[in-house]
């Protein structure tokens, strides 16, 4: 268990020196004379690189603020909306992914599941919105108008209204890709030989898929968490989009048009950090699943 | 990130496996169909604006209704189909070379090279392809839409072929082949040949689901296609505003790349769980 753990940790550290070099890379557009050629750039590189090791990521070009004080001021809304979506993800997933991932209803399931995932994230939001509005008459923003505040603890029925659509949203994609992972993860276990052995044994089919199934199951779901999360993040930028939040995943799509690239390093570097973080914490999760689990 | 090894269904499933598939393939031949004949199809040319009267809901004259500017809806949905499958073309070919070639050949690099490329793509792709596309699309013009889809697309089925690479490399005719004297370029170009001729559809199929979802994606978000040429990713931005009281202005554009998507994906004929 610990020369695995150490080995994951190994590749999630390499893989995040990796994102830090990429970040630094796009930061270092924002230096001036960067774009002279490439000795310049790779000066602006490394000067971008020694300001990261002391947690300077720059100012934005647009806000004069440091890329620091953005983060903090949007980044939790993001984290808050991604947590909150993984809760709904793992409400909703886990039990349609056992549902339809394991046992007789898997197959006949394939089509449906096919359908629903095919399903853009933000064709799904507008039809959350569509509903929310026209059947529960919740207040829903239209247009790109002004960003209004994403109240994460909401303090009263309304902000409960304007907070549960982009989490629902956010939500939904985590729990398709969560069920994905079930399906994916149900479809190997069934495929295994030790079903077949088992029942030789006398187990009956209930007690194969509840002591030796369901684990391996869950382990599929926690070496795919790092899969979910980039599902997550990926819903959170349209979610704020569609439904006006002012996020981090929103300020990076807004800060790539304007070319604030002292902005869109650090969220760059947040997401695909967490998502590498997110990975190694599943795939360490559900190591002693795999390694003590089913296989008898 | 991990990736579903391809494996093949139980002999129960195949005929609703093979049955879905040629079912995608139907869909994505009418949908080429539609793409193609989308000047004659439609009754009013692209963006033409005061067709009938504004807002007006779907009925016999207007079968998809008109939007904000009395454009008919039917008409712009085929144009905006016809747009968004000619950017998702080309970007599925990049996703395949990038992504499907470049994996495969990359992972009979000498080992220390393979793997640190693996890395290197590794971090794109846990990186949302959304985000990567809109990096790609910024860093660039909106013109490069479809290559940075196919771009962003791409690290996973770079992963994907590269891990199937490694898998045959270790295969037992490939130890055959090296212990007979066979040189490295023979093999990868025989393993080469046998992938992709088995393949090819299903990964073209793969890719264009992946990317007609990240370039409409895009498009929605203002980074794809440039007005009047609008895609149904726009299509749907555009009617964000009046879409709550004005449902057919996003409802068809939207459930017509939810076919176009799902076709894909049926005609990848993908595995039980397993993404595009």
New interface residues.
């Given amino acids: 268990m610990l020369r695995f753990v150490l080995r994951e940790a190994g590749r999630t550290g390499l893989g995040l020196a990796g994102a830090v070099l990429l970040a630094a890379a796009i930061s270092a557009l924002a230096m001036p004379g960067a774009g002279d050629g490439l000795w310049h750039f790779l000066v602006a590189w490394g000067r971008t690189l020694d300001a990261f090791a002391h947690l300077d990521f720059g100012h934005s070009a647009m806000t004069g603020a440091t890329a620091r004080e953005e983060l903090a001021a949007r980044l939790p809304l993001t984290l808050g909306l991604v947590l909150e979506g993984l809760l709904v993800a793992l409400i909703v997933g886990i039990p349609i992914g056992f549902l339809f991932g394991a046992g007789p209803a898997r197959r006949a399931a394939a089509p449906l599941v096919q359908v629903l995932s095919a399903a853009p994230i933000f064709c799904a939001g507008l039809a959350l919105a569509f509903l929310a509005a026209n059947l529960l008459h919740w207040p829903v923003p239209r247009g790109t108008g002004v960003a209004a505040n994403l109240m994460l603890v909401p303090r009263n029925a309304r902000d409960l209204e304007i907070l549960l659509l982009p989490v629902l949203t956010v939500g939904l994609s985590g729990a398709a890709a969560a069920q994905l992972a079930l399906r994916r993860a149900g479809a190997e276990t069934a495929r295994q030989p030790w079903r077949t052995q088992l029942r030789r044994m006398g187990l009956g089919a209930w007690e194969i898929e509840t002591v030796y199934g369901v684990p391996q199951i869950f382990a599929g779901l926690l070496t795919d968490f790092g899969e979910v999360m980039l599902a997550l993040f990926s819903a959170a930028a349209v979610a704020e989009w569609v439904f006006n939040y002012a996020g981090a995943a929103d300020l990076f799509v807004k800060s790539v048009a304007l070319h604030d690239w002292a902005i869109v390093s650090p969220i760059l570097l947040s997401f695909a950090g967490l998502t590498m973080i997110a990975d190694f914490i599943g795939r360490c999760a559900a190591y002693p699943l795999v390694a003590t689990g089913a296989a008898p | ?2 990736v ?1 090894t391809t ?1 093949h269904a ?1 002999t ?2 195949v005929s ?1 496996h093979a049955i ?1 598939r040629i079912a995608g393939w139907i869909g994505l031949g009418l949908i080429a169909v539609a793409v193609s004949l989308s000047d004659f199809l439609a009754n009013a040319p692209a963006n033409a604006t005061g067709i009938g009267p504004l807002l007006a809901a779907p009925s016999a004259e207007f079968r998809f209704g008109t939007d904000i500017l009395g454009r008919d809806m039917l008409s712009e949905t085929l144009h905006a189909m016809s747009a968004t499958v000619r950017s998702a073309l080309p970007a599925t070919v990049v996703t395949l070379i990038a992504g499907a070639l470049f994996g495969f050949v990359a992972a009979r690099l000498p080992r220390s090279l393979a793997l640190a490329v693996r ?2 793509v ?3 792709a ?6 990567l596309a ?2 790609v ?3 660039t013009t909106r013109d490069w839409a479809a290559v940075a889809a196919g771009l962003s697309a791409a690290p996973f089925t770079f992963v994907r072929a590269f891990d199937r690479a490694r898998i045959e490399e270790r295969a037992t005719h490939s130890e055959y082949a090296r212990a007979t004297g066979i040189s490295a370029s023979t093999l990868l170009r025989r393993d080469l040949v046998y992938e992709f001729s088995d393949t090819i559809l299903s990964s073209a199929a793969r890719a264009l ?1 992946a990317v007609t ?1 990240v370039l ?2 895009v498009s ?4 794809g296609a440039v007005p009047p040429h609008r895609d149904l ?1 726009l299509m ?1 931005a555009a009617a ?5 009281h004005a ?1 057919w202005t ?1 409802a068809f554009p ?1 459930a017509a ?3 176009l ?2 076709f894909a ?2 005609a990848a004929g ?6 595009a």
Avoid: C, H, N, Q
Wanted: aromatic fraction near 8%; avoid cysteine; proline fraction near 5%.
């Fill in positions: 990130m991990t579903a494996t139980p129960g499933t609703l879905l890395s290197l590794g971090i794109l846990s990186l949302p392809a959304l985000l809109v990096l699309i910024g860093l689901a979802l409409s994606t929605f978000l203002g980074f990713g749907i964000k505003p009046y879409f709550l449902w996003a939207a790349l939810t076919l998507i799902l994906r049926l993908l595995d039980e769980g397993e993404r």
